[in-house]
């Protein structure tokens, strides 16, 4: 069974801080990806990385960043946390491999995380 | 318009009805196609898989791809209280990346 862990279930944090969210995956996988999971608004791609060291920016990439120094971590970073990034932050990863299950995500439990 | 389109609901039907839900897309590159289920303050789970267009059973569930109506569907049969969650339809054309619809919540009313 492929598992995704993430470091945090829930989380509050004040404006301003920085806020480092962790991503671990236990399948080898060569993609990671963060999302942000928000009412009547659906799930939005921050960044996601097919290999170590390697980054893509998503669709909402302002206000964050990531690294990814290890294959199975993938960690975001939110630089100087504000309210509108309070949400539920979704990691996600899957295999670059050709074969049944191509192109098939799979999440973590999520982080929900409260910028007061 | 967006890439995938799901009307987000939600939808409340009585335990043991038949649950019909659906997305249309606008990108005919489309060929892997899933639903997840989420359930809430939970992470998507994987539901069913599908490659290109058909039909895919597995158990009570039912996925159906039309590629040449851009549209794709998911079919429970039986619904059970523990079938209330939200339902993602997600598709890729292959570059790693999924476009997924908005989720439709279902409640199953015992």
């Known amino acids: 069974d492929v598992k995704v862990t993430q470091s945090s279930r829930y989380l509050v944090k004040r404006t301003g801080e920085k806020v480092f969210l962790e991503c671990v995956q236990d399948?080898?996988?060569?993609?990671m990806f963060w999302y942000r999971q928000d009412p009547g608004l659906g799930l939005r791609l921050i960044y996601f990385s097919y290999d170590v060291k390697m980054k893509e920016k998503g669709d909402i990439p302002e206000g964050y960043s990531v690294s990814r120094e290890k294959k199975e971590r993938f960690s975001l970073i939110l630089e100087s946390a504000s309210t509108n990034q309070t949400s539920m932050y979704l990691c996600?990863?899957?295999?670059?491999?050709?074969?049944?299950?191509?192109?098939?995500?799979?999440f973590g439990p999520g982080t929900r995380l409260l910028v007061l | 318009q967006k890439e995938v389109e799901q009307d987000p609901g939600p939808l409340s039907v009585p335990e043991g009805a038949i649950v019909s839900l659906n997305c249309t897309y606008s990108?005919?590159?489309?060929?892997?196609f899933m639903w997840y289920r989420q359930y809430s303050r939970k992470g998507p789970e994987l539901l069913m898989y599908?490659?290109?267009?058909g039909n895919k059973e597995d158990g009570r569930f039912t996925a159906q791809v039309d590629k040449s109506s851009k549209y794709i569907s998911l079919f429970i049969r039986d619904s059970q209280p523990s079938d209330s969650a939200t339902y993602l339809c997600a598709m890729s054309y292959g570059n790693n990346r999924l476009a997924f619809g908005k989720g439709n919540q279902v409640v199953v009313i015992p």
């Open positions: 990108n005919s590159a489309f060929q892997y």
């Open positions: 996600a990863s899957s295999s670059s491999l050709t074969g049944t299950s191509q192109e098939t995500q799979y």
């Open positions: 399948m080898d996988h060569e993609n």
């Open positions: 599908t490659y290109s267009s």
